[in-house]
């Protein structure tokens, strides 16, 4: 079932069935701060590299312990090109769909609030653009964000565990599925 091979930050990993789980150590993200610059790059990241256009989705759960405790998905180039769609506990105490996209400095989009501990989530590329989404029932997506990216035509493309704040959790992955394909509406993402 594994589609992933690699590691930046290997952890703790238990995969069975159709789920990965992914334990994030205390104090790990990926995060530019756009006020000061920071760099923080320790989250566990399993990926591989995809060349071209793809479509990457999954099913992403956790207990919500910590503020920005979150499960993603995550796409890189390098440690200051790169993108996440998490599904987070946010700072307003609340679950939410959200997006970050790093050029240099992160910015930070907190997104629809949900109140189930799962949720499917849903990034691809096509060229140089890429489109985030999310659903609540697997199969009816909704859009979060639309972007452009200048990056390589191969980058590394998996799942992160992150507990920024915390003292570490582990992160549910199932139904992971990566196509290779090029979306035909970016917006609705197929």
């Not at 090109?81 to 987070?88: H, I, Q, T």
């Not at 992160?160 to 992971?176: A, K, L, R, T, Y």
Request: one cysteine or more; a negative charge; charged letters at 25%.
């Amino acid at each position: 079932m594994n589609l992933f091979d690699k590691w930046l930050n290997e952890s703790q990993i238990d995969e069975k069935d159709n789920l990965i789980q992914i334990t994030a150590p205390a104090k790990t993200d990926y995060f530019i701060s756009p006020e000061n610059g920071q760099l923080n790059n320790n989250a566990p990241f399993f990926y591989t590299d995809i060349q071209g256009d793809f479509i990457l989705r999954a099913k992403v759960r956790h207990d919500f312990i910590s503020k920005y405790d979150a499960g993603a998905l995550f796409v890189m180039d390098s440690d200051h090109c790169w993108a996440k769609l998490c599904y987070e506990y946010t700072d307003f105490n609340t679950y939410a769909v959200v997006s970050v996209v790093t050029n240099g400095v992160s910015d930070d989009a907190n997104g629809q609030n949900l109140t189930d501990k799962s949720v499917w989530l849903q990034i691809g590329r096509k060229g140089d653009a890429y489109a985030m989404h999310y659903s609540t029932d697997g199969t009816h997506y909704q859009m979060v964000r639309v972007f452009n990216m200048k990056a390589s035509d191969t980058l590394k493309v998996g799942i992160v565990s992150q507990s920024p704040v915390g003292e570490g959790m582990v992160s549910d992955f199932s139904d992971i599925q990566i196509e290779k394909v090029t979306m035909k509406e970016i917006r609705v993402g197929k």
